[in-house]
């Protein structure tokens, strides 16, 4: 069972709190880009590293930097759409002043993280006043579909996250990590994991993807809605 995310996810929550110098060289995205965020690292070194604009959209340029950053060459529209979707989310949702995408090589699989300082999932539904039982119910409700965009009097509905996610565990036969407030939650093709973070909830959205990319992935394939349900 592939809880690769999961555990780096951990080993993030153990070195936020140690005060003790942290050697960055050696980290995948999901414990670095936190921790980079987190304790002000600085990162200028680190070429996989692009920053979201906050005033116009550089969606494009930051997909296509880090694809080329790690010399991909499988998958590039796959990846791209990918991109496309998360950082959509950033821009349409999070209200955010900081946000940024880093992605990095683990043998086969290539690992992506998004970050952002934004309102969080669970408060970008609730200020719609939506119901929402927890932060859990809130990372689930916007992966089946709803959505905090409200264009011309109609609530949208939020198909990126769902086919983000069924992309990568369906088609790269990967895995999603997604922790916003005060939830994770993590996905792959044959399970998913929901859990509370307290007391340590993130401030912001943090979304992390392993992905393997040696077979060809038919995006086309995975745009059905993918029903997930809520289970502590």
Do not use: W
């Amino acid at each position: 069972m592939k809880e690769i995310l999961l555990n780096e996810f951990k080993e993030y929550e153990n070195m936020k709190n140690k005060n003790v110098e942290i050697d960055i060289g050696n980290l995948n995205p999901t414990i670095l880009l936190p921790l980079i965020y987190n304790k002000k690292l600085n990162f200028d070194k680190i070429d996989s590293i692009r920053k979201v604009n906050a005033n116009n959209d550089n969606s494009d340029e930051v997909s296509n930097e880090i694809i080329n950053e790690l010399n991909i060459n499988n998958n590039i529209n796959a990846l791209k759409f990918v991109f496309h979707e998360l950082i959509a989310n950033i821009y349409d949702h999070s209200q955010f002043e900081n946000a940024y995408v880093m992605g990095g090589i683990d043998g086969n699989y290539y690992e992506f993280s998004f970050l952002d300082d934004g309102i969080t999932i669970p408060a970008s539904l609730k200020k719609l006043n939506y119901f929402i039982k927890n932060d859990c119910d809130a990372i689930i409700k916007a992966l089946n579909g709803l959505s905090s965009k409200n264009e011309v009097g109609y609530i949208e509905r939020g198909t990126g996250l769902n086919n983000t996610a069924n992309i990568v565990t369906s088609g790269s036969d990967g895995e999603v990590l997604i922790a916003s407030g005060c939830a994770l939650v993590h996905l792959t093709k044959d399970r998913i994991i929901v859990k509370e973070i307290l007391p340590e909830c993130i401030d912001g959205t943090l979304v992390s993807l392993r992905m393997n990319l040696n077979s060809k992935i038919d995006i086309y394939k995975y745009l059905e809605q993918v029903k997930y349900e809520l289970i502590l």
